[in-house]
């Protein structure tokens, strides 16, 4: 096994966590592990968490460790002890939240996506812009881009492996909502969360295919649709009448990048059997890579460089010393599982807070998925024009 | 073993085939087995074969069985021993040969796509309309209908099994053009070839999505591109002037069903490490099935009727006796090739001569596919705007 | 595509088949599509089938393309027009048929496994042995060495790829037993089929652990039961008294090879859910291998020797050019079935005798195989003591 | 999200941890995390660590958070603030701590093998049954059992759905000593380690088979090599002598279980390209299970009780809130690693303590391993000889 020492005289970093839902967990876990895992610089001291309803915040810090509760994030912000602000909120509060921690010279881990309006991701990015002058940093929590085979793909990537970039393909499916008897939840009305599998799931799809690559968009082309348009809000009995839903259920699209590669993206709640399908595949001169979020151990890759009679597809178990983030886990073999992709993220985050740099994915980052997001929605809006990003 | 046999006096159709390259070795084989895997009401007697080239041609018939040469297909159709003619030669030929055979009374097997243009193939749909009043059949040559999984796919479907259809997402991928320096041929030529990836593999694509849907496509917005924009002509030295490449490499399509379900398409040869992915996945309310040419013997089925505890997509491995055309083939587990799809398009084809009906895939399904590969060429080359079919 | 021409004067082979049933019709097919599919240098004549039965022999004969039809197999063997013998009868005919026509110089293809004993097996090894010395070839049709993805294993082995052998493990499973109310047929009755999955299925198994390793076991230790201990008689009405079975349903056996390499065996016709699972894997010091009949295209491939960060299990699609008998079927990725390993046998049995050298497996090879069968029977019978071979 | 929460008063139990290497860095996750994921009856204390080396133990408990560390595991068992003592040492020393602690009326939870001697084990079994008779708690840490796909194989097994057993074929391979350059460690030497891949890897095989049947294995058949028979010392420079390896490099066997089904095992390190393939099949007359650690979110079911025409092996993505231990832990798709069945194992062992149940599986059920294991190295010693359990 690895040493993964932390010394005793570790400097601590206090964060404060804004939500404690579904992502609360799972950063909490994440913040709670990180220092037993790797030998990072700053040991995270969980300080307080933010919630409105005062008991539940107090229950929620009790289970998952943090010292203290607070019903306003404002005060949350303002705590000396907290140095770091993690909000794990509906996207609609990102804004606000994240703008006022970076003015007050906390840094953000902002969970994705950025925001719910391109007006209010451009705000964001520009106040981590500001902060980052004074050393304050921002990183926004496409954690997918930490599953060790996903960062071993883009390693390969960047060595060259795959040669020219010929085509990217990428998509999120997931089926809990092909049932059309699901109750309406905040997730499908479009005022809470800006849009439906496009944005919550979808903006994961580009955030890996502009990563992988290392090449932003320029153009989309796009579809989008609402299949079940009305549905019994949570809760409700029987007879409750139906509200509309205001999202979509699904998104195609089409885009291109500098290099000329083209790029085919899909995100549904629709695809009965799926999951949890975030897949993508990159096909180059040289070769290409897959990969499947419901197998996120291994990555496939297939090298044309070697002799056609041995050339396959391979299957690699990404858990080598030598992969990426592993060498502070387990021995070959002995996977890691989806939470472990924000221990990952946070080891990179306190590595760059402590080292000076600016963590990745930036707030420009979310920025520019963001705009991504909205020409798709343009163009679907507008008979699927070709939209320039 | 379940009996197979032809009784010795079944009467016999007469077959001349037009073109023995690629296809022409594979219909040969069809013609040569299927009277004996099938009990077909109809033996096939292989004629003749056509091919300008009289020592090529004479060659080929005895390699595969053919009984006499010709080098006109003219001569061919009017043979009196002649009752079906198989065409198996490039695009840019099909629509004079079909329409001579159809109006000298022949049957006519026509192989994918029906023709290179739009207005080619209105002829040929017209020609064989015609035809069928004088109880002359013709079908198109859309082989992976008759792949025992697809089939399968689509009792499933007709059944109900996926209950109202969400979602389709098709791909046909190979990788014989990403090396840069693989030369020119027909193939690459728009005169030759009508088009490039479109055409030739996602005429295949589309024809099964409308197939196992039940649907045509009601409209597509389109993206193409060509990677390699010129290459060596095929045999030329080092030195040869490149010539350029005129057809696609690629083309990407999302597209509308009458139900409401949306379908995402792409067609290429660039895909390295994909030889010959011919994939389909369809997602319904109820279930889902999905397929992938290279493992052409299984299908993969979701049915979300059943507990959600033992949920999960089959592996079936399409060789049991009760799977479309098992009955006459092996024992379970003994797999099928892909050579044996044009067998089975054999028996059904003959089947229908027999018995008076008019075969699918009809040259109104093949123009119908037309429609779509030229209303994806016009959103191409109109900034992907939507395009009604 | 490949040429694939037989020249107009290329010399016949005039071929007689006993049996017609299952394996007749497999063996049929292959004489027929041969030399459509190679340049074979001999040409085989489909001269004649034997069988018992007249009107059925002659309906078989009709149906699969054989000229004349004889009832009994010494007129077969008698036949001027027949200069090879295809055995396709049950194991308990196998040795008088071989030897009487190994004694009358034809040469001989006889099924697999050899014989139902051992003493059969040693005097066809003997009366094999003494015709090689005048040019009358005898090969025993362990088909699946000729499944490419296996010759491809066997080619990679040889050249050193795996390196020193560790491991291998063979099993063939099957479940078309698993229901007990499946009735007996003279495959579940020792007179007729000498053993039950050991030497159905098993015998597979051992060949391909021997041929792939290129070395024969020394020595094994087995255990074989018989879940299911008596069926009622196939055809037989519900009151009907059950008959005992008297061969193993199942066979497991340990085994050594002179090379300090391990193997494991398992043969059973009980194992629920597969269906014709013939699976080998091989690991090695530098590699390993791994192969399922049920995915009869594909190879897998680990090489240790690249770098540990790129390397996994590959999945070969073994349909490129320079794949073992390749060069003559389709293009990549359109994929072969079962039936073409007969195909393929035939190939090479011709090409050997033409030749003039002796084709593998040979009669020896077929007699190793038997011992192999006898040592596992005789040590399940003495609490699994190890048993030299 | 279930809820999750642990109440602010829930009672706390001391754990005492000795050893903290590998299997001690994954039990400290399990018991720093079991409370936050599971609502559980006892909420874990982390106590104390004991370690021989001072320093090393504290920095270990620094790092994995544990409040003490002892250099004696004596101190350790006499500490007030220590119920339950959890042993991650190697085998040789298990014996004595566990005794001492289930004296000292501690709970002990110990690491597999329970001993590396029969002897041991049974004195632990015997030291057990004692303790347990005044509600002091032992349970070995056979944690793959807690892998939720396991736990759904036993649950459907137990409901009946693969009927009457048949087959069971269970295989624990790793490649790590495939390089004969590897050194030698004390996992290589009989007197630290018991013995080799058996002892190691193969227990777990064993359980597991005993686990999911719920049947005892009656007799055992084995066979045991050393592939590397000498390895230079761990640290050796260069020139350093070799030292003999004297455990076993793989360990293969047949057994028999009670209701007449047989068994098929094989352990290795030499399995050159598997990581940790511990993998399970089980075909019963119903129905068939079969699980790969590899991908330990997967189950594989085949039920023969549904229509041949759709059935197949369905890969059950074992994330349902309704799948055992899930209803604590994501939503569906989100995947478990391999160290979270640490979690679920230490959330089961707190239950049970709570309830005052023995926990499962019980120094009995380890004790039954140890005597297979014995039962193989008796088999292997004589000639692979039927050695009864």
Redesign the interface.
């Known amino acids: 096994?690895p040493a993964?020492?932390?010394q005793?005289d570790t400097p601590e970093l206090g964060i404060g966590m804004v939500g404690y839902?579904?992502m609360g967990?799972?950063h909490?876990?994440a913040w709670?592990?990180v220092?037993?895992v790797f030998d990072v610089p700053l040991r995270p001291r969980m300080a307080a968490l933010a919630g409105r309803d005062g008991a539940a915040a107090r229950?929620?810090a009790?289970?998952?460790?943090w010292r203290h509760a607070e019903t306003d994030w404002r005060a949350l912000i303002n705590r000396d002890d907290v140095q770091l602000v993690d909000i794990c909120t509906p996207g609609d509060t990102h804004a606000e939240i994240a703008i006022a921690a970076l003015d007050a010279g906390k840094h953000v881990l902002c969970e994705k996506p950025l925001a719910n309006t391109l007006a209010e991701a451009e705000a964001m990015a520009g106040a981590a812009a500001r902060a980052a002058r004074n050393g304050v940093r921002a990183m926004v929590g496409f954690n997918y881009r930490r599953v060790p085979a996903v960062a071993?793909a883009r390693r390969?990537i960047a060595e060259g492996?795959?040669g020219t970039l010929?085509?990217v393909?990428a998509?999120y499916l997931?089926?809990?909502l092909?049932?059309?008897a699901v109750p309406l939840t905040w997730r499908l009305q479009r005022e809470r969360a800006g849009s439906g599998a496009l944005g919550d799931i979808g903006a994961h799809a580009i955030d890996l295919a502009q990563y992988l690559s290392g090449e932003p968009l320029t153009g989309v082309?796009g579809?989008m649709?609402t299949?079940v348009t009305e549905r019994s809000p949570a809760g409700a009995s029987g007879g409750a009448e139906k509200a509309p839903v205001t999202v979509d259920d699904?998104a195609?699209?089409?885009g291109?990048l500098p290099s000329?590669a083209?790029a085919?993206f899909?995100a549904?709640r629709?695809?009965?059997?799926?999951?949890?399908?975030l897949t993508i595949?990159l096909?180059?001169?040289?070769?290409?890579l897959a990969f499947d979020?419901?197998?996120?151990?291994e990555?496939s890759?297939?090298?044309?460089t070697e002799s056609?009679?041995?050339?396959?597809?391979?299957?690699?178990?990404v858990?080598?010393p030598?992969?990426p983030y592993l060498e502070a886990w387990?021995?070959?073999?002995?996977?890691?599982?989806?939470?472990?992709t924000f221990v990952n993220q946070a080891r990179d985050l306190l590595t760059d807070i402590a080292a000076g740099s600016d963590p990745e994915p930036s707030f420009a980052d979310g920025l520019q998925v963001q705009r991504v997001l909205a020409a798709v929605e343009h163009?679907a809006a507008h008979?699927?024009?070709?939209t320039k990003i």
């Open positions: 096994m993964r020492s932390s005793p839902a579904f967990a799972a909490s876990r709670a592990t220092a037993q229950a929620a009790h289970r998952f460790g071993l390969l492996r795959i010929r085509h393909r998509s997931q089926d809990w092909a049932d059309a082309s579809l649709t299949f699904a195609l699209f089409t291109r000329g083209v085919l899909e549904t629709f695809a009965t059997g799926r999951k949890n399908a595949e096909n180059g001169e040289l070769g290409s979020l419901e197998r996120l151990n990555l890759f297939y090298d044309r056609g009679t041995t050339a396959g597809f391979r299957r690699i178990l858990t080598e030598d992969h387990w021995p070959p073999g002995h996977v890691l599982g989806w939470e472990h163009s008979g699927s024009a070709w």
